[in-house]
Structures are given as C-alpha cells and as structure tokens.
C-alpha cells in the first residue's frame, strides 16, 4: 500500500499567527496535526514541541521496534512531558497547551493517538466517519443530545475543551485503530476547517477521485477561508492506494 499525502496550513482571515503545527512523514508513516493554545507566541512553542517530539520519537524508533499504539501512546506522553517541562523552566509559558492528533500507519494497519478538539476523518465508499471524539464541553453536550453537530461551532463555550498536552502532568490519551484499504481517504485537521467547513463539505472535496491530496487540502484551506477564517486552519490529507496507482 502507497501513502499519498498533501497539506496545507493558513493562519485564516482574523489571527494575527499561526499557533498550528503538523507533521507530514511518509517515510515513517507518520502525519499529524497540533493546536497549540496559550497566547500567539506559547501557543507557537505548545504545538511545535509536540508535533517535532511525537516526529522524533517514532522516527528514531521505527516500524517493528515495539507495538505500535504503545509506541505512539508513549509518544504523546513525552510531548505532555516536554511541554510541561517548558512551562517550568519559563513562567512566560504557563497555561500554554496542545491538542494532539497523530496517524501512524503500519503495513495495512492505522493507529491514532488523540488528545483535544482537533480532529481524524475517514472516507471510505464515500462514506466520511468521524475516528476521533473531541475532547470538549460541547461535544460533551453534543453525544447528550442536547446540542446538534452542526451547533458545536457556534457555541459561546466551543473553545473550552476538557483534555490536552500540557495541561497536566497525567496525560490521558485516546487510542484507536483499525484496518485501511485501498481507496480509502484520511483527515487530520484542527478546528479552524471543521468551524467553518461542515461534514458534507469535507466529505465532498475528499470525495473527488481526481483531486490529489494536496489539491484537497488546498481547497479545504480556502473554502474555510471563504466561510470566514476565524481561527488557524491546518489540514493533512492521507490517501491509500495500491503501489503504483495514480494520484
């Protein structure tokens, strides 16, 4: 199976910096997307941190080193190390955080390690699942059934989210995996798409075959853009196909 990737980050219409951070890997089979939070310049460091740690350590460790979700929970875990580490050593930084959400492949197997409100999509049969649960009040007021998905963006308390790298030195992070296919499209992207961008949307841009990932993530950047870019946009895009294929 051949990993086809595009991304694209935009710091959107009305912040003045880009406080998102990704990781693109092919070669580890690594992607990645991090939010960070904290003030413009602790936010910056928040999500640089995690992203290159998370890069580092399953860089340095590689395919068959041990098991992969451990590898990657074990991952996620150092970066909260790290970047409490750096809250302690610079007062500056206290309060700055992360949300992390990391996609290893492994032959054809996925594994996700999450953390925030950042998110992990898949298209398969034209069908987009949702692989990852946000980790804030409103999705907990979304799985209550007292809010509608489509509401979740416009709630005055969307950005209060319950879990995060750096937020405390007890780290809880969500592991999922699963099997891919041929065909199959994955998303990492932070808040800044998913507010301005809805499901059918994304699912729409993921589901044009002629589009290489690159060219999806550019036009989901700018359709978030175009919907009022209120926040820092990051998208990567993962496609699998057979070796050889196209696009």
Not at 4 to 9: A, E, F, M, R, T
């Amino acid at each position: 199976m051949e990993l086809k990737s595009g991304s694209q980050s935009n710091q959107g219409r009305v912040r003045t910096s880009n406080e998102d951070s990704f990781v693109e890997n092919p070669a580890a089979g690594l992607f990645l997307v991090a939010d960070g939070m904290g003030g413009h310049a602790a936010g910056e460091i928040a999500s640089r941190l995690a992203a290159d740690t998370v890069n580092s350590w399953v860089t340095a460790r590689g395919a068959g080193c041990e098991e992969p979700a451990e590898m990657l929970r074990s991952a996620a875990v150092e970066a909260n190390n790290r970047v409490i580490e750096a809250q302690r050593h610079d007062r500056a930084l206290n309060g700055m955080g992360s949300t992390l959400t990391a996609l290893l492949f492994l032959g054809q197997s996925y594994f996700i390690a999450h953390i925030g409100d950042s998110r992990a999509y898949r298209l398969r049969d034209g069908v987009l699942e949702q692989l990852t649960r946000d980790h804030s009040l409103v999705w907990h007021l979304y799985e209550s059934g007292v809010l509608g998905k489509a509401e979740l963006s416009r709630h005055p308390q969307k950005n209060l989210i319950t879990r995060s790298i750096g937020s405390n030195p007890q780290v809880d992070i969500d592991i999922e995996s699963g099997e891919g296919r041929a065909g199959d499209v994955y998303l990492l992207c932070s808040d800044g798409l998913t507010d301005g961008v809805p499901d059918e949307g994304i699912r729409e841009t993921l589901f044009c075959a002629q589009k290489t990932p690159q060219e999806m993530a550019d036009s989901l950047v700018d359709a978030a853009n175009r919907a009022g870019g209120p926040d820092n946009i990051t998208v990567v895009i993962v496609r699998l196909a057979e070796n050889g294929a196209g696009n």
